[in-house]
């Protein structure tokens, strides 16, 4: 398990500028998240405390990979299997055996099932590698979190294909017809239920 500096710095008993200090000397070098935060193996750090020795002991490798496919809607189910298909092959084709996680709905929604399970299942060791066909397909923001997850416990992700390079305005473009489609879409569920409700109130 990984651990913040700050919690580090309690293990040891020293100061957040001291533990910089090391990393800076490579005497405890630090992991390093995607967003540049330094992180420290908790189980190496106690047996720093006694020893003198920062060893980080490896997980073990289960071969085990995670295929997440996504789409928007029920009408793409299609590209959804195709999805999950070509990605099914992929890990195979590279040695893994492949668990299955997916979901339709919006890439802004954060409690999509799929994605939940695949956050829980990463943070206890459950498989070494995940694929994606695009980024987005995890999360249309804030993926850089969930990448920071697998990172954090040592597992890897692939995203297996490109996407095509597209300007700032077009990308801007892009990220608004995602917010508004998603807004209308709760605007719209709102109103059914509303007038649902209304339909089975007696007189």
């Known amino acids: 398990m990984l651990v913040?500096?700050?919690?580090?710095?309690?293990?040891?008993?020293?100061s957040i500028k001291t533990l910089r200090r090391w990393d800076k000397l490579n005497r405890l070098k630090a992991f390093r998240t995607i967003g540049n935060h330094r992180r420290y193996d908790k189980e190496a750090l106690f047996t720093f405390r006694k020893t003198g020795v920062y060893t980080i002991v490896k997980k073990k490798r289960t071969k085990i990979a995670a295929i997440y496919g996504r789409?928007?809607?029920?009408?793409?189910?299609?590209?959804?299997?195709?999805q999950i298909l070509f990605l099914k092959q992929k890990a195979e084709k590279d040695g893994y055996t492949p668990i299955i996680y997916k979901d339709i709905g919006s890439g802004l929604n954060d409690i999509r099932k799929g994605l939940r399970r695949l956050v829980k299942d990463s943070l206890s060791g459950k498989f070494?590698?995940?694929?994606?066909?695009?980024?987005?397909?995890?999360?249309?923001?804030?993926?850089?979190?969930?990448?920071?997850?697998?990172?954090?416990?040592?597992?890897?992700?692939e995203v297996v294909q490109v996407?095509?390079?597209?300007?700032?305005?077009?990308?801007?473009?892009?990220?608004m017809i995602a917010l508004v489609t998603s807004f209308s879409g709760k605007l719209h569920r709102r109103r059914r239920g509303k007038n649902v409700t209304k339909s089975i109130t007696p007189e």
């Open 71 to 82: 789409v928007s809607s029920h009408k793409q189910k299609a590209d959804l299997t195709r």
């Open 4 to 14: 913040a500096i700050g919690e580090a710095a309690n293990i040891l008993g020293v």
């Open 163 to 175: 996407a095509k390079e597209i300007g700032f305005n077009q990308m801007l473009v892009q990220d």
């Open 128 to 157: 070494d590698k995940v694929y994606v066909t695009y980024l987005d397909r995890l999360a249309r923001f804030g993926t850089r979190i969930i990448l920071d997850v697998f990172a954090i416990n040592n597992i890897d992700y």
